[in-house]
Nanobody
Framework: QLQLVESGGGLVQPGGSLRLSCAAS????????IGWFRQAPGKEREGVSC????????YYAGSVKGRFTISRDNAKNTVYLQMNSLKSEDTAVYYC???????????????WGQGTQVTVSS
């Protein structure tokens, strides 16, 4: 069964850090770009970051640039999203998804994880 599984979410205070993981099972991530999206209550899903299959190209939404870092370890079949200097507006369910290339259009992604909740609050 082809599956993406996110982990690493939780409750953190403003200014804190979390590292999300996106692990694949049933297929290898080597040939896929991986995007991170998030959806806050009452808002549309938005793209956060994306990394190419080789890891050589990385994209960030303006709202997270300089605070979030995407990386991948193909040997572990896992993509990471390091989130620093977290703000209350980063609170959302975070999803990872696979595609042949990076795009901000969520409809073009093939496989999605179930999501992990990130809550930034004091």
């Amino acid at each position: 069964q082809l599956q993406l599984v996110e982990s690493g979410g939780g409750l953190v205070q403003p200014g804190g850090s979390l590292r999300l993981s996106c692990a694949a099972s049933g297929f290898t991530l080597d040939y896929y770009a991986i995007g991170w999206f998030r959806q806050a209550p009452g808002k549309e899903r938005e793209g956060v970051s994306c990394i190419s299959s080789s890891g050589g190209i990385r994209y960030y939404a303006g709202s997270v640039k300089g605070r979030f870092t995407i990386s991948r370890d193909n040997a572990k079949n896992t993509v990471y999203l390091q989130m620093n200097s977290l703000k209350s507006e980063d609170t959302a369910v975070y999803y990872c998804a696979s595609n042949t290339k990076c795009t901000w259009y969520s409809g073009e992604y093939d496989y999605w994880g179930q999501g992990t909740q990130v809550t930034v609050s004091s």
